[in-house]
């Protein structure tokens, strides 16, 4: 986080602190340890101190850590998810403080003793208060039941004062108390421990009932691969995903209704690539008019209006752009690579 990995007990960690720096530095390094995951500004002149101390144990599949951080705003736009290429949920224990976010369209409240649950692959703008926070993170692999849901909880919130959100809470405090303990055999136990809890905990605070949920889950993992594999093909329409999966187009809608449909899951993710094609050094010698086809667009003309009109921006201006600020995920001091080496348990 900043500084050297460490092992305790086999289990690698990493701490991240400001107050060792200048505090006309504090903000810069702490809007550069984040960058993986969040924008962050200052509430106030950055230039007057930050104070920010963190944590993190790298479980192998899962990531836990303690944060402590100043007022400050945060975001997650399209584009910082589009650059970042980070598929995973962070699931978060206010101690102390709180969050007030917008999480598409779902107002969070956070109050200390509340656990949050934001899903790192969808848009999400707050206002984080002086906190002391318990975190998780863990691919959305780990959590299918809750990741892969029509209806993701995005931005969903455990009262402290509620059964499952004091569970939850109680787990997650031993959990980090008890790591510099903790053994590389310990790692996946917890993690699926961990995994499992947070799904239980959520699903029942919303009422899921499991089967419902599994026959969802296959259905909208299915339609995701083959939408994904199929990105290219112009022919890739709502009458022809339910063809091949041999559903009727009124069920295909209500699986991605929450993405507002179909038609429109399709295009935010011919889009999505697009950017990170523009975007991605490993990808820099690619023509826009190539990146445009190979997204499924039938001109380069028709990319363009979509594209402006999704990222208030001309491709060839994210690419400039993207010359002059390095992959945020391979640059980033902070979070980026840990996050992104994650796996799930076996």
Known sequence: MGGRTRMSGG?????????????????????????????????????????????????????????????????????KIARTDMDHLLVQLHKT??????????VVRVRAGDISLIDLGRPMDGHAKTSQTLDVILPRSQLPDLAQRRKTPHGAVLSGDSLMGGILGDF??????????????????LTRAAADLITTCFQSETGVAAAQEGLLLAA?????????ANL?????????VA??????????????EAEGGIAKYIRTRRLTTALYLLTHPA???????????????SSEAHFSRAFRSEFDMKPSEARKRARFEPALAAASPGEGPWIASLRPSE
């Open 11 to 79: 289990i690698p960690s990493r701490r991240f602190r400001t107050l060792e720096s200048d505090k006309a530095e504090q903000f810069g390094r702490y809007h550069d340890h984040m960058a993986p995951i969040y924008d962050v500004a200052a509430e106030e002149n950055g230039k007057a101190g930050f104070a920010a101390d963190m944590t993190a144990y790298h479980l192998g599949g899962m990531l836990v850590g303690a944060s402590g951080f100043s007022d400050h705003a945060i975001g997650r736009s399209k584009r």
């Open 97 to 106: 403080g709180g969050l007030d976010a917008d999480a598409e369209g779902n």
């Open 172 to 189: 997650l405090l031993s959990l980090a108390r008890r790591l510099d303990a903790a053994t590389p055999r310990d790692a996946g136990l």
């Open 220 to 228: 909208s993992e299915r339609a995701r691969r083959y939408i994904d």
């Open 232 to 240: 290219s093909k112009a022919e890739l329409v709502p009458v022809r």
């Open 243 to 256: 063809r091949e999966l041999r559903m009727s187009r009124s069920s295909l809608y209500r699986l991605f």
């Open 283 to 297: 990808h820099a010698g690619m023509r826009i008019g190539e990146i445009a086809f190979r997204c499924g667009f």
